[in-house]
């Protein structure tokens, strides 16, 4: 069975760094693509980030292009989120999501079949 598990969440002020991950389990090859994707209080799921995981082609939300940087360790079937100059409006909970058949990124939560359980980010002062 095929699971995803976050972590790396936490409370960090204004203008600081998270790195978040995403440990696949359950699969011995991973490749197809990967994503963020975060939801905060009384709004919808949104794109994030993806990529490509054996090309490592990536695609960003213009929300955090220049902030965020995907990436991904194939051997350790991790992939991971690093987000600087965070902003209070970053503040929601954040889900990793991927397909193992997927060729190339796709921006549309409905595209990935398997999904962790999400991690907390609040940016606060």
């Known amino acids: 069975q095929v699971q995803l598990v976050e972590s790396g969440g936490g409370l960090v002020q204004p203008g600081g760094s998270l790195r978040l991950s995403c440990t696949v389990s359950?699969?011995?090859?991973?490749?197809?693509?990967a994503a963020w994707f975060r939801q905060a209080p009384g709004k919808e799921r949104e794109f994030v980030a993806a990529v490509t995981l054996r090309s490592d082609s990536t695609h960003y939300a213009d929300s955090v292009r220049g902030r965020f940087t995907i990436s991904r360790d194939i051997a350790m079937k991790r992939i991971y989120l690093r987000m600087d100059n965070l902003k209070p409006e970053d503040t929601a909970v954040y889900y990793c999501?991927?397909?193992?058949?997927?060729?190339?990124?796709?921006?549309?939560?409905?595209?990935?079949?398997?999904w962790g359980q999400g991690t907390q980010v609040t940016v606060s002062t």
């Open positions: 359950g699969r011995t090859v991973i490749s197809g693509a």
């Open positions: 999501a991927a397909d193992f058949t997927l060729p190339f990124i796709r921006t549309s939560a409905g595209a990935y079949d398997y």
